[in-house]
């Protein structure tokens, strides 16, 4: 089996995901790491560098974005990356001038990830943009999740 390109699949997703909002490059976006839709409060080493992923193409592609892990009023968990709940997300978005947050669920079947990004405006929680996609699960996406 061919291994799945998860970065083209992130890049594809994330230039999907801004392709008709409307965002200000004088403005920061935030990207919070990918979570189990069955457990938000978890993510894995896959959701983290999915997260990365997304992050990076969003430079590519013009926009500043504010790298959480190096900010100290954001409480990380560990091993699990960048978390923003809903009752959070407009509170850390104030703080650091952002007009838009990505977030986003995973889920796991017998042979796909399933992948739901969102573009979310913090004023309101109105979510302005979303992608769904879907990534083959072979022996490295299966490392990613399962940390093997």
């Known amino acids: 089996m061919p291994r799945t390109s998860i970065i083209a699949a992130n890049h594809h997703a994330a ?14 976006v935030l990207v919070s790491t990918l979570v189990n839709v069955d457990r938000l409060g978890e993510s894995s080493r896959m ?14 592609r ?3 974005v504010t790298e959480l892990k190096m900010r100290e009023n954001l409480v990380m968990q560990r091993e699990q990356g960048e978390l ?21 669920t995973y889920a796991v079947s017998a ?5 739901s990004i969102k573009l ?8 302005v943009a979303a ?18």
């Not at 999915?50 to 590519?60: N, P, T």
């Not at 923003?84 to 986003?104: I, N, P």
């Not at 979310?120 to 979510?127: A, E, R, S, T």
């Open 62 to 64: 013009g926009l500043p």
């Open 15 to 28: 230039d999907m995901l801004v392709q008709n909002a409307s965002l200000d490059p004088r403005h920061p």
């Open 111 to 115: 042979t796909v990830l399933y992948v």
């Open 120 to 127: 979310v405006k913090p004023d309101g929680n109105l979510v």
């Open 84 to 104: 923003l709940l809903s009752r959070e997300l407009r509170e850390v978005s104030r703080a650091h001038d952002a007009q838009a947050v990505v977030v986003g």
């Open 47 to 60: 959701g983290r560098i999915f997260s990365e992923q997304i992050a990076g193409r969003l430079v590519q």
């Open 131 to 148: 992608h769904n996609y879907a990534v083959p699960i072979d022996e490295n996406v299966r490392a990613l999740l399962f940390g093997r």
